[in-house]
């Protein structure tokens, strides 16, 4: 079982918006658990999200919402599976300014 960790600047409404794009055929076998609520539900999940809200960071006027989350793939994925879909998650839900 391969398990991740991130943290990341958004909310879990932001999350769960961005995750149907980020996981792609995954999303319909992920289960995705925030603050102890459940806010997408699989049976049998390949891919299990759990997460807690920290503390805002705040930069001058600038306030940053904070997720600290593990993301564990199914025993059943293949390590090669498991990185594309990290990949795919990471492309999606990084976020920069410019």
Known sequence: MLQI???MGCTPEDLVRWLPTALGDLFLHTRFEMDGKTLLQAVNPLMLITGISKPERTIAL??????DLNLTFADSLTKSQCEE???RFDLYTRRGGG
Request: proline content about 8%.
């Open 5 to 7: 960790k991130r943290e």
């Open 62 to 67: 600038l306030k940053i919402p904070v997720l």
């Open 85 to 87: 879909a990290l990949n």
